[in-house]
């Protein structure tokens, strides 16, 4: 079964301060999704990124956040100024490419933030 | 977004068959049902999706009501492993993000 991959699975960090969680998708899929759950909801979808370009976005996703996949393996979220409500578990998720295609989810990185 | 309706919650016993339903009165023509779970403390997994056809695999079967407005995940033999949230999503080509409902939390019981 293919398999994502998350780092770190869980960080603490300072309000205020810029995270980067990264994920390893798997590598013959093409379209990459961050989703987040804050703890004891619903899982909400964040962006997802497509040729390198962003494809779709929800309105979480504001200019605190941004994606890249810098060196075409990692694909990263980047949080600029953390706030206490960041805090929540972060996945990643890969599809080959038709739209039916199966998403395949990481296990996670908890985000902390103090 | 096309919305769908699950109950709350359900319970089982394990070996039992467990019947999880799904309405979504307003599907377009074009809209595929697909299935997720989660099980405690894990990323979303992908359980099985379909068209207008009931689809069958090896984790469970989805039936499909004849009007589509309505889907049953049947999940054959219960076990404890199966206990998680399952969500039922329409995903149609315009949107390819998984929006997430409340889903059905499934207790097992031994």
């Known amino acids: 079964e293919p398999e994502v991959t998350q780092t770190p699975s869980h960080q603490v960090t300072q309000m205020g301060q810029e995270v980067i969680l990264r994920c390893v998708p798997i590598?013959?899929?093409?379209?990459f999704y961050w989703y987040r759950q804050i703890l004891g909801q619903k899982v909400e979808f964040l962006v997802s990124f497509y040729n390198n370009e962003i494809s779709e976005k929800s309105e979480i996703f504001d200019d605190q956040f941004s994606v890249e996949r810098p060196d075409g393996s990692n694909f990263t979220l980047k949080i600029r100024s953390t706030k206490l409500e960041d805090s929540a578990m972060y996945f990643c998720?890969?599809?080959?490419?038709?739209?039916?295609?199966?998403?395949?989810f990481g296990p996670g990185t908890r985000l902390t933030v103090l | 977004d096309a919305k769908t309706t699950q109950p709350n919650s359900m319970e089982s016993n394990e070996e039992e068959p467990v019947h999880l339903p799904c309405n979504h009165s307003?599907?377009?023509?074009?809209?595929?049902i697909h299935w997720y779970r989660q099980l405690p403390s894990q990323g979303p997994e992908y359980v099985i999706h379909?068209?207008?056809s009931n689809v069958n695999n090896r984790m469970a079967s989805l039936a499909i009501a004849e009007d589509r407005k309505s889907s049953t995940l049947i999940l054959h033999r219960a076990t404890l492993r199966d206990a998680a949230v399952y969500y039922c999503?329409?995903?149609?080509?315009?949107?390819?993000?998984?929006?997430f409902g409340k889903g059905t939390t499934l207790s097992v019981s031994s």
């Open positions: 999503i329409l995903l149609n080509q315009a949107g390819t993000a998984l929006i």
């Open positions: 307003t599907i377009s023509g074009t809209d595929y």
């Open positions: 590598s013959n899929h093409l379209y």
């Open positions: 998720a890969a599809r080959r490419d038709s739209y039916t295609d199966t998403q395949y």
């Open positions: 379909g068209l207008t």
